[in-house]
């Protein structure tokens, strides 16, 4: 039972646009989002956070919005550069240390 | 440098044989975690510890074991390593924090991992 669902396995995204990775929760007790960002042949690395308090959160060209009526989280990339080609991997807590990840989004940035 | 390290990077071995991969992180973090990536899976946590002699169940603990004897060190232990443990694993460290919550969770290069 996928708590933390990405249903897009991949993105491709003009240089210059926004991209729009999405991700859906089911469990109404996670309190914490995030997104990580990961390389080939590298661990992955921390993007950007949010409380359920909140349902924005921006830092830089990266934004996360948490929908809780629908369960949903997104992260807006604007604009998109060729260096964010990657896989983002979303990851929610639920009062306790233990992380539940999505299956993650390739995207790919087209120069 | 700030940083997490695991050995060894690569490892083949058969099936049975008892294997440990080491995690150390040298920015006095409490907290250390196990996960390993699997196609179409995602990331999934093994096991994580808030801090020394306390350890927690993740969601896939099954055939995997921990110890957290000192801050740095977090190994990951199959007593009897089997075919579907063949995957990438990934060791993180991160902070404490409760407001606001600790997030930043730090991770090493990845343990690429085949059980024959």
């Known amino acids: 039972d996928q708590q933390v669902k990405q249903n897009s396995p991949s993105l491709s995204v003009q240089e210059g646009r926004i991209s729009i990775l999405n991700c859906d929760y089911t469990?109404?007790?996670?309190?914490?989002f995030l997104w990580y960002k990961k390389y080939p042949a590298e661990g992955p690395t921390f993007l950007i956070s949010?409380?359920?308090?909140?349902d924005k959160n921006e830092d830089g060209r990266f934004t996360v919005f948490l929908n809780k009526s629908a369960k949903h989280l997104s992260l807006h990339i604007v604009p998109s550069q060729p260096g964010d080609s990657a896989v983002y991997f979303c990851?929610?807590?639920?009062?306790?240390?233990?992380?539940?990840f999505g299956t993650g989004t390739r995207l790919k940035v087209l120069a | 440098e700030a940083q997490v390290t695991q050995n060894p990077r690569y490892l083949i071995t058969v099936t049975g044989k008892k294997l440990t991969v080491t995690c150390s992180q040298n920015?006095?973090?409490?907290?250390m975690s196990w996960y390993r990536q699997d196609p179409g899976l995602g990331l999934r946590q093994i096991y994580y510890s808030m801090n020394v002699e306390v350890t927690d169940k993740g969601d896939v603990p099954e055939g995997y074991k921990v110890s957290r004897k000192e801050k740095r060190n977090f190994p990951l232990i199959l007593e009897s390593p089997s075919p579907n443990q063949t995957s990438l694993y990934f060791c993180a460290s991160s902070l404490v924090t409760i407001t606001p919550r600790g997030d930043e969770q730090f991770f090493g290069p990845g343990t690429r991992l085949t059980v024959l």
């Open positions: 920015m006095n973090h409490e907290y």
């Open positions: 469990n109404s007790m996670f309190d914490y």
């Open positions: 990851a929610a807590l639920s009062g306790t240390y233990k992380y539940i």
């Open positions: 949010i409380s359920s308090i909140k």
